[in-house]
């Protein structure tokens, strides 16, 4: 999973190529935000083993919903890791739909584009395997506030990047009833940057994230690479001036840059401060799934700058 400036030469040359051949393509549409009517919808809340829970009133877990404990969510970060370090040890395997299938969902299938463009242009797989240092801290959502098609949770963990340094990573993984967890979306956080800390309920859940917000923010994104399209602030929110997007974009634009057509879910939850964080991947139309572009982002309480606290093409 590569950081954003290490990657701009290749989405120059990507820039403009069709869809990789016998990739499975997902619709990058933004999903209705209705969680009793729409499956892998933008997710709102979760809980963190590392914060402290607050004394605001929260409803009572429905009998009828089966919770997600951090334990179970950590032992399935735990066995897609091994899943995944173990198939990237197969020759080629990006080549097999199947295996991404089992590995990926949402933005992060597109991680065999990236190893599939790479072959094209003859160079070496890019994906290293992932050995988190310490214990992950996991974010789980209330159950009642679950999806009903599936359910999801966010992990932060430490592991080397394909340039072997050391950096704090956000994941969040999703899956359908009866389904493994599959990774949705991942990025690494820019240097000096830190996740922020969550406020949680009485039960120590965190509490939901504003979905309106989720959805402009992401389309402040889309407003923003996809440059003429769209003015800049559309949305009703603005990256901050310092954003590291604002860096990349004149780079990136100097190429055939094509424009985001959609994205997957969004996660995300109410911060400590009063602030939201968000995470989510946007895609490319049906006709140029070569360049994907997760984000991790915070506005802060009252604010309409949104602060890019992580990004990543191709997840």
């Known amino acids: ?142 159950p009642e506030r679950q999806p009903p098609a599936g359910d999801w949770f966010i992990a932060k963990a430490t592991y080397r990047d394909t340039k072997g340094h050391s950096r704090p990573h956000v994941l969040a993984f999703l899956r359908s009833p009866g389904q493994s967890f599959r990774l949705a979306v991942a990025t690494p956080l820019h240097w000096g940057q830190q996740m922020p800390k969550p406020l949680l309920d009485a039960d120590g859940y965190i509490t939901d994230m504003d979905d309106a917000m989720a959805a402009a923010v992401a389309e402040e994104y889309r407003n923003f690479w996809n440059g003429d399209r769209k003015k800049e602030g559309d949305s009703g929110y603005r990256l901050a001036k310092d954003s590291y997007s604002r860096k990349a974009f004149p780079q990136v634009n100097k190429g055939m840059y094509v424009g ?32 994907v572009l997760s984000e991790a982002v915070l506005v802060p309480k009252g604010s309409k700058a949104v602060q890019e606290l992580g990004g990543s093409w191709f997840s």
């Open 1 to 142: 999973m590569r950081a954003l400036p290490l990657i701009v030469a290749l989405v120059l040359s990507l820039a403009g190529c069709g869809a990789i051949p016998g990739l499975p393509y997902r619709p990058a549409d933004p999903p209705t935000l209705s969680r009793a009517a729409s499956p892998a919808i933008s997710p709102s809340q979760s809980q963190s083993q590392d914060a402290t829970p607050s004394s605001s009133a929260t409803p009572a877990p429905s009998a009828t919903v089966r919770a997600l404990t951090v334990a179970q969510a950590r032992t399935a970060m735990r066995t897609w890791v091994a899943a995944y370090n173990a198939a990237i040890k197969k020759r080629k395997w990006w080549r097999s739909n199947a295996r991404l299938d089992a590995l990926f969902v949402e933005g992060a299938l597109y991680e065999g584009v990236l190893e599939r463009s790479r072959e094209g242009f003859g160079w070496k797989p890019a994906h290293k395997p992932i050995n988190p240092a310490g214990t992950p801290t996991i974010y789980v959502p209330r």
């Open 260 to 291: 985001f057509a959609g994205r997957g879910s969004v996660f995300g939850f109410r911060t400590a401060s009063g602030g939201m964080f968000f995470l989510f991947a946007l895609l490319n139309d049906a006709k140029s799934v070569n360049n």
